[in-house]
């Protein structure tokens, strides 16, 4: 579980701490008083598209009113109620962040990640800037700071050794491969969205499907050309995939993905990095994202994990799970005693979710709805056999 302090850093800041030092104060939510703004919304919701997958797929801003934008509008939404809920608890209890604190984390996060260097390169990766990182980790202290001002906070050594022998496969790695790809972005779905979204007139479904066609065409066609290229010359890979590459997360450091296992990936990707040779360039790949053209660079056989080499990570990821937990409560618990306001109804995440749950029954012929409700009744049922 080496690198989980980074991770649990990334990830909670990504949860909580994001749109800070925004001077556009229009306030488009209201928490007790205390505003969330435009530009935090718009900032958020643009580092969200940027760093999802969805992302990858078009223009998701074009339609407001698309699914998936409504999917992450909603998800922005909530992180930005979640955030100011506890930043007023924080204050409530007088929580502060010591510059001393602030080095010590970051120091214990570099050692972890085996360097400065190693660090760098992942905060690269992940399109995160020195500055931004070390705002999230003063961020992370404080809610740390704040989940143990809930309840004290402990993980035992018995704890850790129970959890390594409960969950064995979390400590089999299984193969690994480091690959760069280069991605020319083509979804069928969100390519039509996208050409609905410009037509100033009504477009037949012929129409729309000969469209989408062509934009298909031609960017398989790219794809191919730079494949047949690359093939001659691998050696231009990196050059390539800075100048050609539409995945925003490694375009910028030349396509590299890092080491992955088959899993992470989607099956068309995984199926082709795992069976071709190192310094190897593929066919033309095609995924739900795209066409792909993929490098491997290198590979990592199966090993596990022995427990003392284990037990710094478990003791971080089980103190995070319970600090998530206590956080969860105290959000749930302030969420209750707040006075929430929308300027716009747009922005109240129960309007976004009648919004979705329509497009699911219209896309579902009302199955969804009913499932739903069955749901329920078979809860209420169960519920009452208990009594």
Not at 55 to 71: A, P, V
Not at 92 to 116: C, F, H, P, S, W
Not at 145 to 161: F, P, Q, Y
């Amino acid at each position: 579980m080496k690198g989980s302090k980074l991770l649990v850093t990334l990830a909670v800041s990504a949860l909580l701490f994001t749109g800070c030092g925004i001077k556009n104060q229009n306030a488009i939510i209201k928490i007790n008083d205390k505003a969330i703004t435009q530009a935090q919304y718009d900032e958020l919701i643009d580092k969200s598209i940027a760093q999802s997958p969805f992302g990858k797929m078009g223009d998701l801003k074009g339609n407001k009113d698309g699914f998936l934008y409504l999917m992450m509008e909603q998800q922005v939404i909530n992180q930005l109620i979640i955030q100011e809920l506890l930043e007023q608890e924080a204050d409530a209890r007088g929580i502060k962040v010591t510059n001393k604190e602030v080095d010590d984390e970051l120091k214990e996060i570099i050692d972890q990640m085996g360097g400065k260097d190693q660090l760098m390169a992942i905060l690269k990766q992940n399109g995160i800037s020195v500055g931004d990182f070390k705002k999230d980790v003063k961020n992370q202290v404080k809610m740390q700071k704040l989940a143990n001002s809930v309840g004290k906070i402990s993980i035992s050594d018995k704890e850790c050794e129970d959890y390594y022998k409960k969950n064995p496969d979390k400590f089999q790695n299984p193969q690994q491969v480091r690959a760069s790809h280069i991605l020319i972005s083509a979804n069928e779905y969100q390519i039509g969205e996208d050409i609905k979204s410009k037509s100033k007139k009504e477009i037949s479904d012929e129409d729309l499907k000969a469209q989408v066609k062509k934009v298909m065409d031609e960017k398989k066609a790219l794809a191919d050309k730079l494949d047949k290229e690359l093939k001659a010359d691998s050696s231009k890979f990196t050059e390539y995939a800075k100048k050609y590459s539409e995945d925003p997360g490694s375009a910028k450091i030349g396509g590299d993905l890092g080491f992955f296992a088959k899993e992470q990936m989607v099956p068309e990707f995984s199926k082709v990095a795992f069976s071709i040779k190192p310094n190897t360039v593929s066919d033309v790949v095609k995924t739900p994202y795209g066409y792909h053209i993929i490098l491997v660079q290198d590979r990592r056989e199966p090993m596990i994990t022995p427990y003392d080499k284990a037990q710094k990570g478990i003791k971080d990821y089980l103190t995070n799970e319970k600090q998530i937990q206590a956080l969860d409560k105290l959000t749930t618990s302030a969420k209750k005693k707040a006075k929430i306001e929308y300027a716009d109804e747009r922005y109240n995440p129960e309007e976004i979710q009648k919004k979705l749950s329509k497009q699911v029954d219209d896309a579902t012929g009302g199955a969804a709805s009913k499932i739903k409700e069955q749901s329920k009744k078979d809860k209420a049922k169960a519920d009452k056999a208990k009594k």
